[in-house]
């Protein structure tokens, strides 16, 4: 019988080839969470750990970088949001420390971050959230795309990632397209691969990992909840536009929902820019998740979870998170080629 290796090398050797890893499983970009340690462990296992570098500045950043390269000596990647001020300075900073690859999140990334980047020889992924802006990615120059549906934690698009699959996936051939959002098993890693996809992207899972950093309160705040517990925020006002965060319901969700409010009030009154708005949304998902990851207050900090948080029942090593991965999605390949035959 052929092995897992050479089943799944059918379906995603142009995604582990990009990504120069064994498997096309990349970990998910999670603040406070996808630090040196979990990123690390996650290359280590074959996979492609992501640094979370959206809300750290150059100086976090590089240290960031140095730590996991003393890790691991296996592909890793750097995840940066495009509104973050200092975006140019992170930028330098990755290209400065060799970074493999960056992924651009958070917004369209304008040509010249993308230019910079490939131009130091950095291979850059960016989010797709509709084949129109896939297209436009692609042509400014996008090495790789994600497609990230709305099951997944953090902050979120409308669509549904069995949606976007359909919508992008068949029309996108110039580059690897990876999967993401509600992924939490290795059967679903199969049925995306079979599509298509190049690899799947996934966080929620490796929260409960023993090399995740995490307080033990969050992590046993995953392994109860329910898919259904993981819920997006609310945006109050159509004029303000929010990006939509998933997390599961406590009460720092509500506290969310005052600060929305007095927030927009800020910007109604001119005291804020939109631009000065948004980031102190970030800034305030970005306190109240170290308050619950680091600090443990698990009822006033932030959840974020994805809806795949109703999978996570224990917790496990990363290596035997993506072991059990692998094993499930080449056991499913397997019986989609009986099927088939």
């Known amino acids: ?11 995603w050797k142009a995604g582990r080839t990009f990504l120069n890893t064994r498997y096309a499983i990349m970990g998910g970009a999670m603040s406070w969470i996808s630090e040196h340690n979990l990123v690390a462990a996650i290359s280590n296992a074959g996979g492609f750990g992501v640094i979370a570098g959206g809300a750290m500045p ?3 950043l590089k240290k960031e970088i140095l730590e996991t390269a003393a890790l691991t000596k ?15 300075e992170l930028i330098n900073v990755c290209i400065e ?39 436009r990615l692609v042509k400014t ?51 995306f691969l079979a599509m298509g996809a190049a690899g799947c992207q996934l966080g929620t899972r490796f929260v409960c990992t023993t090399e995740c950093i995490a307080h033990p309160n969050f992590k ?47 910007y109604q009154r001119g005291e804020l820019e939109l631009k000065e708005a948004q980031l102190a949304i970030e800034h305030f998902w970005g306190g109240a998740l170290r308050r619950a990851v680091i600090d443990g207050d698990v009822e006033n900090g932030s959840l974020m979870a994805g809806q795949s948080v109703g999978l996570v029942k224990e917790e ?12 499930e999605a080449a056991d499913a390949l397997r019986r989609f080629g009986h099927a088939m035959a």
Do not use: W
């Open 220 to 266: 046993q705040a995953f392994i109860r909840a329910n898919a259904r517990d993981a819920v997006p925020t609310v945006q109050i006002d159509a004029r303000f536009p929010v990006i939509p965060v998933r997390a599961i319901a406590n009460e720092g969700t509500k506290r969310f929902m005052d600060f929305q409010m007095e927030t927009i009030q800020k």
């Open 74 to 88: 296996n592909s890793f990647g750097v995840n940066l949001i495009t509104m973050h001020p200092q975006l140019d």
């Open 141 to 191: 120059g996008a090495d790789a795309l994600i497609l990230e549906g709305t099951e997944a934690g953090g902050h979120i698009g409308p669509v549904a990632t069995n949606v976007l699959v359909q919508e992008i996936l068949p029309y996108i051939k110039e580059v690897p397209v990876f999967v993401a959002g509600g992924v939490g098993s290795g059967e679903m890693m199969a049925a």
């Open 316 to 327: 496990k090593s990363v290596q035997a998170v993506v072991d059990e991965l692998v094993n």
């Open 97 to 135: 420390a060799r970074v493999s690859h960056v992924i651009l999140a958070g917004g369209i990334p304008s040509g010249q971050a993308v230019k910079k980047l490939k131009e130091a020889g950095i291979r850059v992924m960016c989010f797709a959230p509709a084949l129109v802006l896939a297209k």
């Open 1 to 11: 019988m052929r092995s897992n290796d050479e089943i799944l090398d059918d379906f």
């Open 58 to 60: 150059p100086e976090l």
